[in-house]
């Protein structure tokens, strides 16, 4: 497993990253304490380093950062926990008054994130969405609070736009405060949008880049075809209007490129994420070890320039 810094920090990280919103999801293997720590398990001996969940994951919301704690219990030292505040917990971190990104709410979420996840401190700690209530001014002042107490170690950001990336890390360099290390976004070879303004925003300013459905709902695992159904109990099973509406064209070339190659299509949408500057780790869900080994294997397909281009006519920079 390719190891690499994350923007132009200090925390190392493997290229690709174990996504954990499956943990405690009803239906799913990882359901359990069990499941779970099989995941894990598979994730830490396949290489994978970053575990990537936030308060709202599971069912109910915050069982995910549960699970993951107790799945990592004795082996915190081999992790880098990347959690995430921000979005509506029902009340289970007390109420928020609609005000997700201010420096009361996030002290109440760090502390009950520390808390189910049974940690000391956390390694990333990210904003999940923007609180168009709250200055980014607030939130970076109490994000700096918190790096300053040792509870959490860097700060991040998700699911900005180019121009507010360039905004909170100007923001917290003029105010001599933590800034974002980190952007987590949605990003794959099937939704390239983020090439427009997140990735010269996050080269401009040293920030790295979390790509999270790097596989597109599984649509570039291989195993859906176009008026086909779905395999038993896959996750697209029972959606389909994505199905319907999926880019077939684009797919089927991409299937063909794979086989061309000999090597999976996994290996084709990972592989080329994670030879995206400023990709850090590339951030792939699971259900089963099966899937946490073969995702983490799909990094080690490096694609060439000629790869690259290729890949650039079947999926056009840019493009959703």
């Not at 921000?86 to 502390?111: H, I, L, W």
């Amino acid at each position: 497993m390719d190891m690499r810094h994350l923007g132009e920090s200090g925390l190392v990280v493997s290229a690709v990253g174990l996504g954990c919103n499956n943990l405690g999801r009803p239906g799913t293997a990882a359901e359990s304490l069990a499941g779970s720590r099989a995941l894990i398990g598979a994730a830490i001996d396949a290489g994978i380093t970053i575990f990537d969940v936030a308060d709202v994951y599971g069912a109910p919301r915050g069982r995910s950062e549960e699970l993951l704690g107790q799945a990592l219990s004795g082996r915190r030292d081999n992790a880098v926990i990347v959690t995430k505040f921000g979005v509506d917990m029902q009340g289970a971190n007390g109420p928020d008054f609609g005000a997700r990104g201010s420096r009361r709410y996030v002290r109440r979420a760090v502390e009950a994130s520390l808390r189910r996840l049974g940690t000391d401190w956390i390694d990333l700690y990210q904003l999940h969405r923007a609180d168009p209530r709250t200055p980014i001014e607030e939130t970076l002042g109490a994000l700096d609070d918190l790096v300053h107490e040792g509870l959490i170690r860097y700060a991040g950001v998700c699911n900005l736009a180019g121009w507010q990336i360039a905004d909170t890390v100007w923001l917290s360099r003029t105010r001599n405060v933590v800034g974002p290390i980190a952007v987590e976004n949605h990003y794959s070879l099937l939704e390239r949008e983020a090439e427009r303004d997140v990735i010269p925003a996050c080269q401009r300013f040293g920030v790295g880049l979390l790509p999270y459905f790097p596989l597109a709902n599984g649509l570039l695992t291989g195993k859906y075809h176009r008026d086909a159904d779905p395999p038993p109990g896959a996750r697209l099973a029972g959606r389909s209007r994505l199905l319907a509406e999926a880019p077939w064209d684009r797919i089927e070339k991409l299937r063909a490129y794979a086989e061309e190659r000999g090597v999976p299509m996994t290996s084709v949408a990972i592989g080329w994420l994670a030879a995206q500057r400023p990709v850090g780790s590339v951030i792939a869900g699971a259900t089963t070890p099966e899937q946490v080994v073969a995702n983490a294997a799909a990094a080690q397909w490096h694609p060439g320039s000629e790869d690259l281009k290729a890949l650039d006519e079947i999926c056009p920079p840019g493009r959703r």
